[in-house]
C-alpha cells in the first residue's frame, strides 16, 4: 500500500509541475537565431517596486496556455513522457501523458477541483476540492498546494502591500528578493532569484520557518525565451525539487501557444468521470498530521550573513517595523496560499 501511495503521489506531483512548467519557444531563423532579443526592463538601482511592476506584469500577460508537445524527464521515471495539455488562470488545466506503452496520465482542475488518473495496476481517478488541500491527505507528501507551482516556472507575482527584504544583489547580474508567505499552517519564506536586466525569476526556494527553516521546494528556470508579439518572457527549461517528497524533475516545451485555447472548454475543465476503474475522492481519506504547526516566534532563515528582517509597505510607502511587529497574522481559511 505505501508503495503504491508513493506510485500516486510521485506521478502526481510530476504531473503537476509538468502542467504548470511551460515556457515560450519562437520559431527559429534561418542559422538558428532567435527572432527578437529579450530587452532590458530594469534600471541599475532598481527598487523593489521597480522589480514587481516587470514581474507582476510579465505574469498577467498570460492568461492561457496550449501545449502539444513537451516532455518530462525525471530520475523517478526511466523514460521521458510526451505531454499534451492547456492552462487557463487560475486554476483550469488539463494534461494528459503518454510513453510508447499508451496513454499514461489524464489529470486536470477547474475552478473547484482538481483530479489524477493514472495508468498504473489500481487506474483509480483520484479528485479532491482545492479549499480542503489542507485538510487533506495530499499534504502528507506535497508540502505546498499545487498551485504554488505557476510560480515555480516563472509566473511570479510579489505582493505591493507584502511583507519583503530586498533587492540585494547577490551575484553579477542577479538580484535577491526574500518574502514571508502565510499558509493556514504557519509561516514560510520564500527566496527569488531575478535577472537584474530583464526580470526573469531565475530561482526560487520555499523554506519552512516552523520546521528549522527547512527546505520545502525549489525551482530553476533557463534558457529563457522572449516572445515579442505577447511581451513575455519564459524559461524552455525548468528543474524542479520537492525534498520533502524526494522529487526532481526537468520540464522541457519544444512548442507552445499563448493566450489562445483551441480545445472545447466545456469537456477540457471538466472531470472525466468516464475514466479510471474506481474513484478516490481524497477528502475522504485519512488526513495527515500537521505538518506545519505556528509558532510563537520563529527563525527567519537568511541566506546571506544578514538575518532577514523585512520591509513592511503599506500604501506603496517604505517603513521599518521589527521582524515580530512587521507580521500581520492571516486568519487560518480554507484557501489562504497567499502573499500577506
Known amino acids: 500500500m505505501a508503495d503504491r501511495q508513493k506510485t500516486f503521489w510521485t506521478i502526481a506531483i510530476v504531473g503537476i509541475g509538468l502542467t504548470l512548467s511551460?515556457?515560450?519557444r519562437l520559431p527559429k531563423r534561418p542559422g538558428g537565431a532567435f527572432a527578437t532579443p529579450t530587452p532590458v526592463l530594469l534600471p541599475e538601482q532598481p527598487t523593489f517596486e521597480d522589480v514587481a511592476r516587470v514581474v507582476n506584469a510579465n505574469s498577467a500577460a498570460v492568461q492561457q496556455l496550449q501545449v502539444s508537445n513537451a516532455k518530462l524527464r525525471s530520475p523517478a521515471i526511466p523514460m521521458s513522457l510526451k505531454a499534451r495539455f492547456a492552462l487557463e488562470k487560475p486554476r483550469q488545466f488539463r494534461l494528459t501523458a503518454e510513453s510508447i506503452r499508451g496513454n499514461e496520465l489524464d489529470m486536470g482542475s477547474n475552478e473547484r477541483e482538481y483530479w489524477i488518473w493514472m495508468n498504473d495496476e489500481r487506474s483509480a481517478l483520484f479528485h479532491g476540492r482545492h479549499d480542503q488541500f489542507y485538510q487533506s491527505a495530499a499534504r502528507s507528501i506535497l508540502p505546498v498546494p499545487p498551485h504554488w507551482l505557476i510560480e515555480a516556472i516563472g509566473l511570479v507575482e510579489l505582493d505591493l502591500t507584502g511583507e519583503h527584504d530586498g533587492p540585494t544583489r547577490i551575484a553579477p547580474g542577479q538580484l535577491e528578493i526574500r518574502s514571508?508567505?502565510?499558509?493556514?499552517?504557519?509561516?514560510?519564506?520564500?527566496?527569488?532569484?531575478?535577472?537584474?536586466?530583464h526580470g526573469w525569476v531565475l530561482e526560487q526556494r520555499v523554506y519552512d520557518l516552523a520546521a528549522d527553516d527547512r527546505l520545502i521546494a525549489s525551482a530553476s528556470g533557463s534558457d529563457f525565451e522572449y516572445y515579442?508579439?505577447?511581451?513575455?518572457s519564459l524559461p524552455r527549461k525548468v528543474e524542479i525539487k520537492l525534498p520533502p517528497a524526494n522529487?526532481?524533475?526537468?520540464?522541457e516545451?519544444?512548442?507552445?501557444?499563448?493566450?489562445?485555447?483551441?480545445?472545447?472548454?466545456a469537456l477540457l475543465?471538466?472531470?472525466?468521470?468516464?475514466?479510471?476503474?474506481?474513484?478516490?475522492?481524497?477528502?475522504q481519506m485519512s488526513s495527515p498530521a500537521p505538518r506545519y504547526v505556528q509558532p510563537e516566534s520563529v527563525n527567519r532563515r537568511s541566506t546571506s550573513d544578514r538575518r532577514f528582517e523585512p520591509t513592511y509597505r503599506r500604501d506603496f510607502g517604505e517603513g521599518y517595523?521589527?521582524?515580530?511587529?512587521?507580521?500581520r497574522r492571516l486568519p487560518p481559511s480554507e484557501d489562504a496560499y497567499r502573499y500577506r
Not at 508567505?181 to 535577472?195: F, Q, Y
Not at 516545451?253 to 472548454?265: C, G, K, P, S
Not at 475514466?275 to 475522492?281: K, P, R, W
Open 22 to 24: 511551460v515556457g515560450c
Open 180 to 197: 514571508i508567505v502565510s499558509t493556514p499552517a504557519g509561516d514560510l519564506e520564500k527566496v527569488s532569484v531575478i535577472d537584474a536586466s
Open 228 to 232: 515579442a508579439a505577447t511581451g513575455v
Open 247 to 251: 522529487l526532481e524533475f526537468t520540464i
Open 253 to 265: 516545451v519544444e512548442r507552445h501557444t499563448i493566450n489562445q485555447l483551441y480545445a472545447d472548454r
Open 269 to 283: 475543465w471538466t472531470l472525466p468521470y468516464d475514466i479510471g476503474d474506481e474513484q478516490v475522492d481524497l477528502e
Open 321 to 327: 517595523l521589527p521582524p515580530r511587529q512587521a507580521i
